[in-house]
């Protein structure tokens, strides 16, 4: 009998772990979706707008990329840069050489990011830049972070409500064709370009990674067209 009853009260111990386990998962799945929708639907009504960046290669070739944080794509851009996105973009310089530690404000005055690294943060060894986002005139951080890659450009949107950084990593081909040049002690070295787009508000940071692998190359934020789209993608 009280072997019977032991054996009964381990089925139901069983049975109670599961049936616990499944409404723990329900209620985690439940929170976890309006968790989701409330992020997306911060990130949708504070970043707005259409972000345009520029690579440069070492023959002069632009490569015009297109992002738009609310749809969370990136597109290339068909068309030549246009001579007006020098004028759209703000008065107020980006941060770039974090060595320095520079300071860029945004256009309303109300916020400050800064940026600490090295003077080669993409060298093998190297720090990775750290980046800051604070209030003006505070002590108050809203966002901060070491980002895995070099910072070479920033943009504030022009209602002060999020910021662009754009960044860099470089690494060494391994294709056999180019051993030559490693051995020779200059070896073949290509650069991939990520633009960060931080929700100043939420602190929320949302991360694109450009389609191209370029070799000796540069990049540069053009603007911030808000509520625009461009014609000429690919």
């Known amino acids: 009998m009280i072997r019977t009853n032991t054996v009964q009260l381990a089925r139901s111990c069983v049975c109670y772990q599961f049936v616990s386990l499944i409404i ?7 929170v976890g979706d309006i968790y989701g929708q409330e ?7 504070i970043v707005d707008g259409e972000i345009v960046l520029d690579i440069v290669q070492s023959d002069e070739r632009h490569n015009v990329f ?3 944080p609310t749809e969370g794509n990136i597109t290339r851009f068909a068309g030549s840069v246009k001579p007006e996105w ?3 973009r703000s008065s107020t310089p980006g941060i770039r050489s974090c060595d320095s530690k520079p300071t860029s404000i945004s256009p309303d005055q109300r916020f400050a990011a800064e940026c600490l690294g090295t003077v080669a943060p993409t060298n093998v060894g190297s720090k990775p830049d750290h ?7 505070s002590k108050r951080i809203l966002y901060q972070g070491d980002l895995p890659d ?3 450009d920033s943009l504030w949107s022009r209602d002060s409500q999020a910021i662009a950084v754009l960044t860099m990593t470089v690494h060494v081909s391994l294709n056999p064709r180019y051993w030559f040049y490693a051995l020779s002690g200059h070896p073949m070295q290509y ?3 990520f633009l960060h787009v931080i929700d100043v508000p939420a602190g929320n940071l949302t991360t694109f990674k450009v ?3 370029a070799s000796v190359s540069a990049g540069y934020l053009l603007a911030w067209q808000e509520g625009e789209k461009t014609s000429g993608q690919k």
């Open 24 to 30: 723990g998962l329900w209620m985690f799945c439940i």
């Open 39 to 45: 992020q997306k639907s911060n990130s949708t009504k």
């Open 66 to 68: 297109l992002v738009r």
């Open 86 to 88: 020098s004028q759209i």
């Open 131 to 137: 980046f800051i986002l604070r209030e003006t005139g």
């Open 150 to 152: 070099a910072i070479i």
């Open 191 to 193: 650069e991939t370009y």
């Open 211 to 213: 389609p191209l692998e």
